[in-house]
């Protein structure tokens, strides 16, 4: 196994420390939100490292094409329920984290892995847009604030929880675009691919 390819491993490994971490193995909640943030920030900059040494060394793998979006994927989805659970109403009041904005994003993210299978049948590959690049960036920035968002409702930083809520929006309308777009740009691909 090669360097990229045990950087996508250690990143679904992380997965399950940072839900047992986030949902609550640590009694203080502090120490709880700061531990899974460091972990979360380490998994999603290891994203972009494996995908870089690959490209660079020319290391691309079967492995890698398969779990390195898919650990992406797990990462992020699992990231949004855990909101839903820890960030509704009771916890952050005006702040909360929707329902139906993990929904969406998560719909999206599913529909495109399902779509980029389709196409990958018929030897087609199928680059990832601007958009949605943007769009991961802005969802990287608010997962961040929304894992550390009570301690700063606590210390009375308001500004930081309305950040949170706007790169919500932000990330919601970004996953909408960037499904319209990936669907329009490969429009031809994806009749080809339903044949």
Avoid at 59 to 74: E, H, I, S, Y
Avoid at 129 to 143: A, E
Avoid at 172 to 186: A, E, M
């Amino acid at each position: 196994m090669n360097t990229p390819n045990k950087i996508t491993l250690f990143r679904i490994i992380l997965i399950p420390v940072f839900i047992v971490i986030f949902l609550g193995s640590i009694p203080d909640r502090k120490t709880a939100d700061i531990i899974a943030l460091v972990i979360f920030c380490v998994a999603s900059m290891s994203d972009f490292l494996d995908g870089y040494l690959a490209r660079k060394h020319n290391m691309v793998t079967d492995f890698g094409k398969l779990m390195d979006p898919l650990a992406d994927k797990l990462l992020v989805c699992i990231t949004l329920i855990c909101f839903v659970k820890l960030r509704g109403p009771e916890y952050v009041g005006d702040y909360s984290f929707p329902t139906w904005c993990a929904i969406i994003i998560m719909t999206r993210e599913f529909a495109i892995s399902g779509i980029r299978q389709l196409a990958a049948d018929k030897g087609v590959i199928i680059a990832a847009g601007i958009w949605g690049k943007v769009k991961t960036v802005v969802q990287l920035f608010m997962c961040i604030d929304y894992i550390i968002m009570p301690e700063f409702i606590d210390m009375g930083q308001e500004w930081f929880a309305v950040t949170g809520v706007v790169l919500m929006y932000l990330a919601t309308g970004l996953t909408v675009i960037s499904l319209v777009d990936y669907l329009l740009r490969n429009r031809k691909v994806l009749k080809i691919s339903v044949k």
